[in-house]
């Protein structure tokens, strides 16, 4: 049965058990009027004031049933303490979804293979004993491979672990960090055709700016 429904039913069973209440209290007013005597005026008077007061008691009490009748109907009732049975709610996670997860580095403005060869003539190339052919490549993601001359002292152990990025004309490495440098360095680069070059705009390592800023780098297979 619905809510409404069962709620006008035991309303208007209230009503019915009010209705004989009503009417018993105006027999009494009414025997009463009769007993003092129709024709006396005082008591004539107050009997039908009693009867008149019963009549809008009975009015009032029955206006009042109708507006609640009419405010349960416009006001739906209140779901039960456990709900409406559907799923509680749950604090998100803050945590990010593998959607907003950033995404890998994409540099294909810059990816390739560069190399270039030093000359022992230069007092810096001669100093960092940088002589020789050098090879890198310059992978999408933001990943550089090193091919370092036979005549580098760490050669053999090879070079590993470099990385770099791009912030518009801005190009970052941290290659040669902890061996050589204790920080990462910033180069302005172009590149124009097949030719890379590498500008240095702020780096404090020696050794890592002669390597990338004393001639152009060659793209080639």
């Known amino acids: 049965m619905a809510f409404d429904r069962r709620v006008r039913d035991e309303l208007r069973g209230e009503v019915e058990r009010t209705r004989p209440?009503?009417?018993r209290h105006l027999a009494i007013v009414r025997d009463r009027s009769r007993d003092v005597?129709?024709?006396?005026?005082?008591?004539?008077?107050?009997?039908?004031?009693?009867?008149?007061?019963v009549q809008v008691l009975a009015v009032a009490t029955l206006a009042a049933v109708i507006a609640l009748v009419i405010v349960l109907r416009v006001i739906p009732p209140l779901p039960p303490a456990g709900g409406l049975g559907g799923p509680s709610p749950s604090i998100l996670s803050t945590?990010?979804?593998?959607?907003?997860?950033?995404?890998?580095?994409d540099f294909p403005a810059i990816a390739g293979t560069y190399s270039t060869t030093l000359s022992a003539s230069n007092l810096a190339v001669s100093r960092d004993r940088l002589a020789g052919t050098w090879t890198f490549t310059l992978q999408r993601n933001g990943t550089m491979l090193l091919v370092p001359p036979q005549t580098f002292p760490d050669a053999a152990n090879g070079i590993s672990g470099v990385s770099f990025s791009l912030d518009g004309d801005r190009f970052r490495s941290d290659l040669f960090f902890s061996d050589y440098c204790q920080s990462v360095?910033?180069?302005?680069?172009?590149?124009?055709?097949?030719?890379?070059?590498?500008?240095?705009?702020?780096?404090?390592?020696?050794?890592?700016?002669?390597?990338?800023s004393t001639l152009p780098w060659n793209a080639g297979p």
């Open 95 to 105: 945590a990010p979804s593998a959607s907003e997860a950033p995404s890998p580095p």
């Open 37 to 53: 005597g129709a024709s006396t005026g005082p008591f004539r008077r107050a009997a039908t004031a009693m009867v008149a007061t």
């Open 185 to 212: 360095g910033t180069y302005r680069w172009v590149l124009s055709g097949a030719r890379l070059t590498l500008t240095a705009d702020g780096d404090t390592c020696a050794i890592r700016t002669t390597l990338l």
């Open 21 to 23: 209440d009503l009417d």
